[in-house]
């Protein structure tokens, strides 16, 4: 019998396993979300469905000890893996008090966690890549051990922060893994409108660093593509440049209606090789899964999201008085 592909690039049937159930946490969480918000009880949602597959096969390949992560807006998947509960994610749709990202003063995405080193990031796209970059540098400055791991959409990809802080990190060859998340549509502008180049990675070769396109609906594609990005920044061989191309399964956000500028058609076939299915299927084939098996994860997780919505519906809002803390510094 020939070797599983899941352990031929090191990850264990029990890993796979755990790999799935994060991607299908991230996928249920974010339909409840939307559920929520059309019930009018959260204001906004800005989805990672049809992402989970490169967010979390991307965040396993890391060392979720020691590296830190700048996510974008969409990254469900990065942060749930690197240690973020349902519960806080809830918590931050309903913008609660105890929300850990921002004690509920940002909308949703706009991820921040001390504790589980996951850098926060703000409304303006693209700027958590020149700060990925200065984290690269304070890793070569210190002579310490971690990488600095971003992400962002294709549309970002053509912005002046995302050239800065590539070319500085390539000059100075910093430990930083730059992870561009092609989901076709910058909100409603189709790749072709937006790209003159086949592949976001072709982008690499003018900065002197690796690049490498994979498909963002295998996750374990994205895993052996930043573990070994990952594994030449640590070896000193400078910034990657991983492009995981996938489909934006929602509109862009609960705001906007992407029936105006793309055909059900075009969404239905992409639903087809959803991530949450196809790596599913392969996990049954393999013999990691059976339908019992998934649906008693399944079942788990319900439950789970179910006293994550209750606590955070629940749960305090924070008090007027503390609207300028951590506005102004204070004696």
Same mark, same amino acid.
């Given at each position: 019998?020939?070797?599983?592909?899941?352990?031929?690039?090191?990850?264990?049937?029990?890993?796979?396993?755990?790999?799935?159930?994060?991607?299908?946490?991230?996928?249920?969480?974010?339909?409840?979300?939307?559920?929520?918000?059309?019930?009018?009880?959260?204001?906004?949602?800005?989805?990672?469905?049809?992402?989970?597959?490169?967010?979390?096969?991307?965040?396993?390949?890391?060392?979720?000890?020691?590296?830190?992560?700048?996510?974008?807006?969409?990254?469900?998947?990065?942060?749930?893996?690197?240690?973020?509960?349902?519960?806080?994610?809830?918590?931050?749709?309903?913008?609660?008090?105890?929300?850990?990202?921002?004690?509920?003063?940002?909308?949703?995405?706009?991820?921040?966690?001390?504790?589980?080193?996951?850098?926060?990031?703000?409304?303006?796209?693209?700027?958590?890549?020149?700060?990925?970059?200065?984290?690269?540098?304070?890793?070569?400055?210190?002579?310490?051990?971690?990488?600095?791991?971003?992400?962002?959409?294709?549309?970002?990809?053509?912005?002046?922060?995302?050239?800065?802080?590539?070319?500085?990190?390539?000059?100075?060859?910093?430990?930083?893994?730059?992870?561009?998340?092609?989901?076709?549509?910058?909100?409603?502008?189709?790749?072709?409108?937006?790209?003159?180049?086949?592949?976001?990675?072709? /982008? !690499?070769?003018?900065?002197?660093?690796?690049? =490498?396109?994979? *498909?963002?609906?295998?996750?374990?594609?994205?895993? $052996? #593509?930043?573990?070994?990005?990952?594994?030449?920044?640590?070896?000193?061989?400078?910034?990657?440049?991983?492009?995981?191309?996938?489909?934006?399964?929602?509109?862009?956000?609960?705001?906007?209606?992407?029936?105006?500028?793309?055909?059900?058609?075009?969404?239905?076939?992409?639903?087809?090789?959803?991530?949450?299915?196809?790596?599913?299927?392969?996990?049954?084939?393999?013999?990691?899964?059976?339908?019992?098996?998934?649906?008693?994860? /399944? !079942?788990?997780?319900?439950?789970?999201?179910? =006293?994550?919505? *209750?606590?955070?519906?629940?749960?305090?809002?924070? $008090? #007027?008085?503390?609207?300028?803390?951590?506005?102004?510094?204070?004696?």
């Amino acid at each position: 019998m020939s070797e599983l592909r899941h352990h031929t690039i090191g990850l264990t049937d029990d890993d796979v396993l755990k790999m799935y159930e994060t991607m299908l946490l991230a996928r249920m969480i974010d339909e409840r979300m939307w559920l929520l918000n059309r019930a009018g009880k959260i204001a906004f949602v800005i989805s990672c469905q049809g992402q989970e597959a490169a967010q979390v096969g991307a965040a396993m390949a890391l060392n979720n000890e020691k590296d830190y992560v700048l996510p974008y807006y969409r990254d469900m998947g990065v942060v749930l893996q690197f240690g973020m509960t349902p519960k806080e994610l809830m918590l931050s749709g309903f913008a609660k008090k105890e929300d850990p990202n921002s004690a509920g003063r940002q909308m949703p995405g706009h991820f921040g966690q001390r504790k589980n080193r996951i850098v926060t990031g703000s409304s303006p796209v693209t700027t958590q890549v020149p700060h990925a970059v200065g984290f690269g540098l304070a890793a070569k400055m210190k002579k310490e051990d971690f990488v600095a791991f971003t992400t962002f959409g294709e549309g970002s990809s053509n912005q002046g922060d995302f050239h800065e802080g590539i070319n500085f990190a390539s000059v100075h060859d910093l430990p930083v893994i730059f992870m561009c998340e092609n989901n076709k549509y910058a909100i409603s502008v189709p790749l072709d409108k937006q790209l003159n180049i086949e592949n976001v990675s072709d /982008r !690499a070769v003018g900065y002197g660093i690796h690049g =490498e396109s994979v *498909d963002g609906n295998d996750p374990l594609a994205v895993y $052996e #593509a930043v573990s070994k990005a990952r594994e030449r920044a640590l070896n000193g061989g400078g910034p990657s440049l991983i492009e995981t191309v996938s489909y934006r399964l929602t509109p862009h956000s609960s705001d906007d209606d992407d029936s105006v500028y793309r055909a059900k058609e075009e969404v239905e076939a992409a639903k087809k090789i959803d991530s949450i299915h196809t790596f599913g299927s392969y996990l049954k084939e393999t013999g990691v899964l059976s339908d019992e098996k998934e649906e008693e994860i /399944r !079942a788990r997780l319900r439950r789970e999201i179910d =006293e994550a919505t *209750d606590y955070a519906e629940k749960a305090p809002y924070a $008090e #007027a008085e503390s609207l300028m803390d951590y506005v102004y510094g204070e004696e």
